[in-house]
């Protein structure tokens, strides 16, 4: 036998030991108004993607996801639909956990702003920054735009005439949407008193924000105090009355981001019992969002936090849209793709795979279906289902060269370079995802398969089978030809738990279709040699229904 052992034991030890707070990720809740597009399942598949990984690495990982109900677009639009606000928000709950069920993301907590426990918990932080000081009666006056929620200041604001009317209207600049003058009495949050601390954090915490570029942003315009002027946190009830009642007013409402933005601490058990604050994984191990809600999570949101006396996420991760062509999809301009019929077309693993591998978080990504294909084309069929057919399909036993593969490794080059490949792959994606940046991870995993081609290449098993008699072939006297199948499908095992997050069930079929117990697909299992009871394969079906990656109706 191989003097290879598992780290299984260790690793998990060492990790509830260390720390029993469970590793805690957030995407972003979505706001109900507007139907599911392919960025709000991509932040989802991160985020899952995120969870199994840890999952895979023996810790307990949490995700939450969910729905922002509240706020006068829901409002509006409820009332123009001629329903209650709270079933048109059921019905859009219901569309985001179809999404999440379709895309097979696993998540512990659907949070609803609408929820009882959010509620409470709201109005108790709101309770605790009034108590703190942190609130203030003002009059606030200013341009509104109720479609965006926004106060705009008046440079940001211009006329312009509306061609259906003949008449001209004033709009923000920035979204162009219609803006009202507005005079008001609400509560304000004492932001400004935050800017020090927030900047301190940001100098203390340089990786807070990922990637870089959107941390300079941010540190920018927290230098400038442009983005911490004191914040409105409420609304008159006579304009909104959607939303969660201000505990000690009842002639205000809530401001809609602060109620969404506490969802997170919510999930995580908020307001907890004392000794209890690191039961839901609080604080965040990561939190996913798009680059346009960046103020609201890497401003705002600590500010709330530092307010309340609550430990800042550890890491934000941004990312940047999906175009169509090149340009931003949008419901407005009509190209948006619906992401149940791309799922319905690709299926989920193949867009899950597609999205983490052409998803850049720095810039904009492209979508398009040809380069879904393409990526099934040659990655996933040439690539990888080709080199488990061969295997499989060959002139030789897979479970005798398992189990009975007793000689010192071969050290002729071929093979100690499969063996280093098998580690590197390991060792990238799992240094690729300590850094949350699961494309490179994904991007070190898929090279494996194309070293394990090369290898049976070089090392011909087809070749190694008619050196001997078929008798002393299946006797096990092929020594050559059962070490040159075992490097090969230890990489395929190895590929297969690796993959598994990224695609939980294309990675099953493969780790089934080699016989790997459910109990051994573990990173700790991903050392060369360490598991010697895989092999027995099930009688896997001849044509599509036993290949990994059938053909794919070609794109039109
Ligand atoms: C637009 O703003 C200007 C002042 O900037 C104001 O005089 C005008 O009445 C506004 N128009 C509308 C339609 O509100
Ligand atoms: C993402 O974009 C950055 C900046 O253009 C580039 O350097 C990087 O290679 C891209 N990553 C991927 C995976 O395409």
Redesign the pocket.
């Known amino acids: 036998m191989f003097d290879v052992v598992c780290l299984v034991s260790e690793h998990s030890i060492a990790s509830t030991a260390s720390d029993d707070r469970p590793v805690y990720i957030t995407t972003p809740i979505f706001y109900v108004n507007a139907a599911p597009h392919i960025g709000h399942m991509y932040t989802m598949i991160l985020g899952d993607i995120m969870k199994r990984w840890h999952t895979l690495c023996g810790k307990r990982a949490i995700l939450c996801t969910g729905t922002d109900e509240h706020g006068m677009k829901i409002q509006q639009a409820a009332a123009l639909a001629g329903i209650k606000s709270k079933s048109f928000c059921d019905d859009g709950a219901q569309l985001f956990k179809n999404l999440a069920s379709e895309c097979n993301v696993e998540y512990d907590r659907f949070i609803r702003t609408t929820d009882k426990d959010h509620i409470e918990a709201v109005q108790y932080a709101w309770s605790m920054l009034a108590d703190r000081g942190y609130l203030y009666e003002s009059k606030h006056e200013g341009w509104y735009a109720v479609s965006d929620e926004t106060f705009y200041p008046t440079s940001q604001v211009h ?1 312009v005439l509306d061609t259906a009317t003949g008449k ?3 709009v923000s600049k920035e979204t162009g949407k219609e803006v ?2 507005v005079s008001e009495i609400n509560y304000r949050f004492r932001l400004s008193a935050f800017r020090e601390r927030l900047l301190e954090w940001y100098k203390d915490n340089p990786r807070w924000i990922l990637p870089d570029v959107r941390m300079q942003d941010i540190v920018r315009g927290v230098e400038a105090g442009t983005d911490t002027e004191d914040l409105s946190v409420s609304r008159p009830c006579a304009r909104l009355t959607w939303g969660i009642p201000v505990p000690t007013d009842s002639s205000q409402t809530i401001y809609v981001w602060l109620d969404a933005l506490i969802n997170y601490i919510t999930a995580a058990g908020f307001p907890w019992t004392p000794g209890q604050e690191s039961i839901g994984g609080w604080p965040a191990h990561c939190q996913i969002i798009g680059k346009d809600i960046m103020r609201f999570h890497c401003i705002y949101w600590p500010a709330f936090l530092m307010a309340l006396d609550i430990p800042l996420p550890k890491q934000f991760l941004t990312h940047g849209y999906w175009l169509l062509g090149k340009e931003r999809m949008s419901k407005s301009t009509g190209n948006v793709i619906n992401p149940f019929f791309a799922l319905d077309r690709f299926g989920v693993d193949n867009l899950r795979c597609f999205l983490a591998l052409h998803g850049n978080v720095t810039k904009d990504s492209s979508y398009s279906n040809y380069a879904i294909y393409d990526t099934y084309q040659t990655i996933l069929r040439n690539r990888i289902g080709n080199l488990v057919s061969r295997l499989l399909k060959g002139k030789w036993s897979i479970r005798r060269a398992v189990m009975e593969t007793t000689e010192k490794h071969s050290q002729n080059r071929e093979y100690v370079d499969m063996r280093a490949h098998i580690k590197k792959a390991r060792d990238i994606a799992s240094q690729m995802m300590a850094n949350n940046d699961v494309n490179q991870a994904l991007q070190a995993i898929i090279e494996l398969p194309l070293h394990a081609n090369a290898f049976i290449q070089q090392t011909e098993p087809w070749m190694l089978v008619k050196k001997k008699s078929n008798e002393e072939n299946a006797k096990g006297l092929n020594k050559p030809l059962d070490i040159t199948i075992f490097h090969a499908v230890e990489s395929i095992r190895v590929l297969g738990i690796l993959l598994q997050p990224f695609m939980p069930g294309k990675a099953r079929q493969l780790l089934d279709m080699l016989g790997v117990s459910e109990e051994k697909r573990t990173l700790a299992h991903c050392e060369f040699g360490c598991d010697r009871t895989y092999g027995e394969s099930p009688d896997i079906p001849e044509g599509e229904a036993g290949m990994l990656f059938p053909p794919l109706a070609s794109t039109e």
């Open positions: 006329s001209t209207k004033n009202q003058w």
